[in-house]
Structures are given as C-alpha cells and as structure tokens.
T-cell receptor, first 111, second 111 residues
Framework: EAGVAQSPRYKIIEKRQSVAFWCNPI?????LYWYQQILGQGPKLLIQFQNNGVVDDSQLPKDRFSAERLKGVDSTLKIQPAKLEDSAVYLC?????????FGSGTRLTVV | AQSVTQLGSHVSVSEGALVLLRCNYS??????LFWYVQYPNQGLQLLLKYTTGATLVKGINGFEAEFKKSETSFHLTKPSAHMSDAAEYFCAGAGSYQLTFGKGTQLSVIP
C-alpha cells in the first residue's frame, strides 16, 4: 500500500514569513496527526484529526499555527508568521486501529 | 496522562555486542507500546509494537522487546549489534489513540 505522502521535503523561509505543509494519509485511515520534531527531541503531537474533525489541538500554538483536513482526507498545516524556534521536522502520520504510519516529514528551517 | 521515559540519551556498544535500550511508561492502563527507529534525515520506521497477547514481541532487523507490566517497562534488545543499527531510537506509547514519544536514544556502534 502507498505510504503517507508529505510535501515539500525541505523548506527554508525567513522569520515572519508564512509556510504550509501538505499531507496525504494512507487511504482509509480516519485518524491523522501532525507532529513537530525539534532536533534532538522526540516528536511532539501538534494536532489530531478524526476524519475532518479535530480531536486534540491542545499543543498547537494557535496564535501562529493552523491546520485543516477538508473532506477527511488530506491535510495542510500552516505557520504564519514563522519564528526561529519553529525550525523542526514536521511529521504527518495516519492510523487505523493500532497501526501508525509516518511520512518522511518536512524539514523547516527558519532563518 | 500517558508518558514515556527513555533512560539514556546516548548508548554506545561494540559491534557484535548486546544492544539494550530502556523504556518505561507511566500509565494506569497499560498502553499500546512501540519502538521506532530514525536514520538521519529520514522518517520514523516501526521496529515493533505491543498491543495485547504475548509479552515478548519480535520486530524487524533482529530486534525484540518484552512488555513487563510489573516493571512498567518495554526495553528493546538485540543480541548482536551491527554497524547499520546506528540510529536514533524512540519508544512510544499510545493511549486515547495518540502516540506519546520518549526523548529518544542515540545508538552508536563501535567497530
């Protein structure tokens, strides 16, 4: 089966600019997650979707981050405006029962 | 709340030696438990997972882990380290369908 697709693979932006990441989960996986992985740390959950509804966004910095999952399939994560501390790898994952599959991630560098 | 603790941010072993990476979870209800491996500039790859049933779980690349409820542990082992095992390893627990990750253990293999 096809894996979780993410794009772009890399992105470099200046602080205060905006950026968007895209994720296409595995077909049939109702649950979709966005994680932030800062260098040297474990991934931290930003937001969890069940179909097109938000289950948990308690750790999403809502003043600058937003995410949507229209039609319950693919999803976008946006940062506006970006800060230096947003430099990280943004991982998308989807799950079905106890199976979690991760995409390759988008490496964001904010300069 | 679910939490996962990995003991040792960096472990070094000689090639051919036993690999032991430690993970403890904190949960009133034993969660689903996972070990992931991450190579530089790559996404997370599932090594193995425990959901229910047999407490000794075998994974890919010769790794295995044993779920010990009495010790709230899920340590990862491999009898003989290979150079290709050098990577970052993450333990994760799933409660409420969310994966919570430990901070990771960097495994170095010395020739």
């Amino acid at each position: 089966e096809a894996g979780v697709a993410q794009s772009p693979r890399y992105k470099i932006i200046e602080k205060r600019q905006s950026v968007a990441f895209w994720c296409n989960p595995i077909s049939g996986h109702a649950t979709l997650y966005w994680y932030q992985q800062i260098l040297g740390q474990g991934p931290k959950l930003l937001i969890q979707f069940q179909n097109n509804g938000v289950v948990d966004d308690s750790q999403l910095p809502k003043d600058r981050f937003s995410a949507e999952r229209l039609k319950g399939v693919d999803s976008t994560l946006k940062i506006q405006p970006a800060k230096l501390e947003d430099s990280a790898v943004y991982l998308c994952a989807s799950s079905f029962r106890a199976g979690y599959t991760f995409g390759s991630g988008t490496r964001l560098t904010v300069v | 709340a679910q939490s996962v603790t990995q003991l040792g941010s960096h472990v070094s072993v000689s090639e051919g030696a036993l690999v032991l990476l430690r993970c403890n979870y904190s949960s009133s209800v034993p969660p689903y438990l996972f070990w992931y491996v991450q190579y530089p500039n790559q996404g997370l790859q599932l090594l193995l997972k425990y959901t229910t049933g047999a407490t000794l779980v075998k994974g890919i690349n010769g790794f295995e882990a044993e779920f010990k409820k009495s010790e709230t542990s899920f340590h990862l082992t491999k009898p003989s380290a290979h150079m290709s095992d050098a990577a970052e390893y993450f333990c994760a627990g799933a409660g409420s369908y969310q994966l919570t990750f430990g901070k990771g253990t960097q495994l170095s293999v010395i020739p």
